[in-house]
């Protein structure tokens, strides 16, 4: 994990690296924002993790890029006042313009969390609930106007893009990998509670949640294999046991994200 001094940026950043980071987060929020508007459901959108994933993705984004515009504003509008006497240098101020990026670790903290969470509805995604969509898996990303597209690839690869390549001064610890699973395994009481005490049903097929490895209303229940119901609306295993594999998994790949952030952050360190 990153060490003490991977939190102390002392690598100025130029304008060419706020643009970047700018037009990474501005299209992820975009393609973020037209997923979920263009499958929007009502109420039940905010049964969804995709949703509720992307919802939180946005927010950690569009906080991350509000707090680096502040950031590179105040050296910007610095750069320009000491300018203002040297002709020569107001032409280059926009261009020789270098600014610190001093988010708080606590955010930092927020917005690994969130990253994870994406990542989670990326992952089940690509592995679970294309392969089984009756479109078939191209069909499951491209229908309704590449909306699912948006939501479950684009939106969560540049999300992860941006953790990886400008989150660089999060000083991370293990139990940070396991504080960033506290939102997918909430959201699966979330979803049981809707379940079992507001009666909500979902799909076509009124399943007891919102996606067919949830699914605990199956055959397979909570404990059992069932592998022969393997269908859209379940995949024939305890759902216990898929959430054991499924948070080992992601502590995985949170491990993976932080190893190549602290990569990132001991190359930029030492320009």
Known sequence: MANDSMLEQKTPLTAREYATRTAIR?????ASVYGMAASWEGLMT???FTNLSNLMICVALAGSLLLDTAAFMRARNSVDSAAQQDSAAQQDSAASCAWFDSKSNAWYIFKFM??????????LYLCFLAPTNKLGFVGAYMNNGCSSLCVHAVAPLLAIADFVLFDYRF??????LYVSTVPPLAYVAYAAMLSEFAGVRWGVHAMRAPYNFLNYGAPAGWFGFAPQTFNATTLGVGVAYLLIVFTLIFIGVGSVFLALKDARARAILKE
């Open 26 to 30: 501005t299209i992820a929020i975009i």
């Open 46 to 48: 905010f049964t969804y």
């Open 171 to 176: 000083r991370s610890t293990r139990a940070h």
């Open 114 to 123: 969130m990253t994870i969470s994406i990542a989670v509805t990326f992952t």
